[in-house]
């Protein structure tokens, strides 16, 4: 009973704090925070980018590794928004894209394979989120076993979010680090001109779960041109049908 209370107390206490605050306060929400720590650094990663890779390599990591914080910090207090779900897809986004377009500069005669991932990554998510927001979704993780499996599975699977999207941010870091030339000759040697060293390990172990994320993509894309194709079907068949 006693607990009850608590509760009961805590949250007219947060109530209050809220309509006190108004629309400031979402702004000042936990996750909200973790959310603009990322974005600092990965606006430092990309100012030190081009000249310092071990800097900017800590930097973004931190950043991506900060994403996982942000959603278990909004599940645990309770402060899940919508404006936290867009900046946590918006800075994914940028800093990932970001990335590829340095990519562009130091591997410039794959430059037209970089354009499409970038074009491909950033029309799936913009198509999905549209598409769940006119289904009338909460977010646009809470994809229907109906509407795709595997795309119901890594949104909702949290290991297999973060594990899929790791593996994809590893090994674009891994072609950055790949970019750069080795202080010493690697110790595992050379394959076909190719050093081994744990630049080439990272590119090589994250390679499968990197093309399963564009495989997702794809599907995604896919996916929410359907959902978006049939909801015009549907509303110009009613109106077709009112005026007959």
């Not at 650094?41 to 990591?61: D, E, N, Q, R």
């Not at 090994?171 to 680090?177: A, E, H, K, S």
């Not at 001109?193 to 990272?202: Q, V």
């Amino acid at each position: 009973m006693s607990s009850r209370v608590t509760r009961s107390a805590s949250k007219q206490k947060e109530t209050k704090q809220l309509e006190a605050n108004g629309v400031s306060s979402i702004f000042l929400f936990i996750p909200n925070i973790i959310g603009y720590c990322r974005v600092i650094l990965a606006g430092g990663a990309l100012w030190k980018m081009a000249k310092h890779p071990k800097v900017c390599v800590v930097l973004y990591g931190l950043s991506c590794l900060l994403d996982a914080l942000d959603g278990a910090a909004a599940r645990k207090f309770d402060q899940s928004t919508q404006f936290g779900a867009v900046l946590d897809m918006v800075t994914d986004r940028c800093t990932t894209s970001s990335l590829i377009c340095f990519l562009c500069t130091v591997y410039s005669q794959y430059t037209i394979f970089f354009q499409l991932l970038v074009s491909l990554d950033l029309a799936s998510h913009y198509m999905h989120m549209v598409a769940m927001t006119h289904r009338g979704a909460s977010s646009h993780k809470k994809v229907d076993r109906k509407q795709s499996r595997i795309l119901n599975l890594y949104y909702t699977n949290t290991t297999v979010l973060f594990t899929v999207c790791a593996a994809n941010e590893l090994f674009f870091v891994g072609l950055y680090m790949a970019a750069f030339p080795l202080p010493t000759p690697p110790n595992l040697g050379y394959w076909h001109g190719i050093p081994l060293s744990y630049k080439t390990a990272i590119i090589v172990l994250t390679f499968p779960l990197w093309l399963l994320k564009q495989v997702i993509n794809v599907i995604q894309l896919v996916r929410a041109a359907l959902t978006l194709a049939n909801a015009d079907y549907e509303e110009r068949l009613k109106r077709q049908l009112k005026s007959s």
